[in-house]
Nanobody, 123 residues
Framework: VQLQASGGGLVQAGGSLRLSCAASTHTFSTYALGWFRQVPEKELELVAAISWGGASTYYADSVKGRFTISRDNAKNTMFLQMNSLKPEDTAVYYC?????????????????WGRGTQVTVSS
């Protein structure tokens, strides 16, 4: 499975971005998905996760109410809508897929990773 993340960029605080993650698989609907982010010298952080059918979602406390994760299984694509962005959201964002149905809370539950996309929020 190959994942391709896109949609990052530079935005002012309070602005919005929408990240996309396109997958090269016909069994996309059977994977749990997640968005992680990382800043230099810090651990990879789970930002949001979604179950294979999309019925269950998880958000880190730091993004709850501002970010929305979604998936379009017909188009093999996952999204992360990011609103009210803050400078502390600045990071490289990665999408990941795991071979299980439920939510994945740990990076070790994810088997496939896309290249990161940089999100920079200026103050």
């Amino acid at each position: 499975v190959q994942l391709q993340a896109s949609g990052g960029g530079l935005v002012q605080a309070g602005g919005s971005l929408r990240l996309s993650c396109a997958a090269s698989t016909h069994t996309f609907s059977t994977y749990a998905l997640g968005w992680f982010r990382q800043v230099p010298e810090k651990e990879l952080e789970l930002v949001a996760a979604i179950s294979w059918g999309g019925a269950s979602t998880y958000y880190a406390d730091s993004v709850k109410g501002r970010f929305t994760i979604s998936r379009d299984n017909a188009k093999n694509t996952m999204f992360l809508q990011m609103n009210s962005l803050k400078p502390e959201d600045t990071a490289v964002y990665y999408c990941a897929a795991g071979e299980h149905y439920g939510l994945g809370y740990d990076k070790n539950e994810y088997h496939y990773w896309g290249r990161g996309t940089q999100v920079t929020v200026s103050s």
